[in-house]
């Protein structure tokens, strides 16, 4: 399994490393979804084994792991199923999100993702595929440059034009070379077109060959903005970009639109419980 990270030349964030490494590990048994080993996950993730052994043990005594003593296996439990699950309900409550996904992926037969604005980023917080699909260098928790991806493209069209000036003005300003500076006016008249047409297709812009399709889910469902995508070979995105638009609508339409009678939006209280108010 490739490490998670930015491929853009500028340095991240400092976090502390034992969050992200168990952030990681539940990132991991997300992505292989059945038991593992020390063994097995200190190398898909790279990190010292008995550092490794030492933060499943400590999982396992917060209740966020299960240890299979004869097996000598870990696997998550209910309770991280249940972290998160009031955040935006219209999405997470009843699972309609991940049903909505996996319909999409089994429709299309494509990678089906979810990603989100992290920074200067475009992050996948989501990702179904098959395990021997062209496309399993996307991962669980990557970044891409966000004016570099499609998704990051639709996460970017969620903005003004000031904001979008702003920010290209800043990245090119770290840029290492002329090859990853960022062309304003080419920009901005990028992000009109997905405006109109509601969706972006992005073609061999982070892999040669490999091409995606993205549009953004309803703004009324979750606090910021979400983007719903579909990877694949190019030629194949090329082929059916009408057809793999139309099912990924559909399907939106299916599991998180409410009928307009229902429609709310959700707000929180300064008390931090969530309130409905008409829409």
């Given at each position: 399994m490739p490490m998670r990270g930015s491929p853009s030349g500028r340095a991240e964030v400092h976090v502390v490393k034992s969050a992200a490494r168990t952030l990681e590990i539940l990132e991991f048994f997300d992505e292989v979804r059945q038991p593992a080993n020390v063994v097995t996950v200190s190398e898909a993730l790279r990190y010292p084994q008995s550092s490794t052994a030492a933060l499943l043990r400590s999982m396992v005594a917060m209740g966020y792991l299960?240890?299979?003593?004869?097996?000598?296996?870990?696997?998550?439990?209910?309770?991280?199923?249940?972290?998160?699950s009031w955040i935006s309900p219209p999405l997470f409550e009843d699972g309609a999100l991940l049903r909505m996904m996996r319909a999409i992926h089994r429709r299309t037969g494509q990678l089906a993702l979810i990603a989100a604005r992290n920074g200067d980023f475009a992050q996948y917080i989501h990702v179904m595929k098959q395990a021997d699909a062209v496309s399993c260098h996307i991962q669980i928790g990557m970044k891409r440059p966000i004016a570099f991806s499609g998704a990051g493209l639709v996460l970017l069209a969620t903005t003004s034009d000031g904001e979008?000036?702003?920010l290209v003005h800043r990245l090119n300003a770290y840029a290492s070379s002329d090859a990853v500076r960022i062309h304003l006016p080419e920009l901005l008249a990028e992000l009109a077109q997905i405006r109109r047409r509601g969706y972006c297709v992005s073609r061999s812009r982070v892999v040669d060959n490999f091409g995606s399709i993205a549009l953004r889910l309803p703004a009324e469902l979750t606090s910021r903005p979400l983007v719903v995508g579909l990877g694949g070979c190019t030629n194949v995105i090329e082929e059916r970009e009408s057809e793999l638009v139309a099912i990924m609508r559909e399907e939106i339409a299916c599991h998180l639109v409410r009928p307009r009678g229902e429609s709310a939006s959700l707000a929180s209280s300064s008390d931090g419980r969530l309130q409905t108010s008409a829409a």
């Open positions: 299960q240890f299979d003593a004869r097996a000598r296996t870990y696997l998550p439990t209910d309770r991280v199923g249940l972290l998160g979008v000036k702003s």
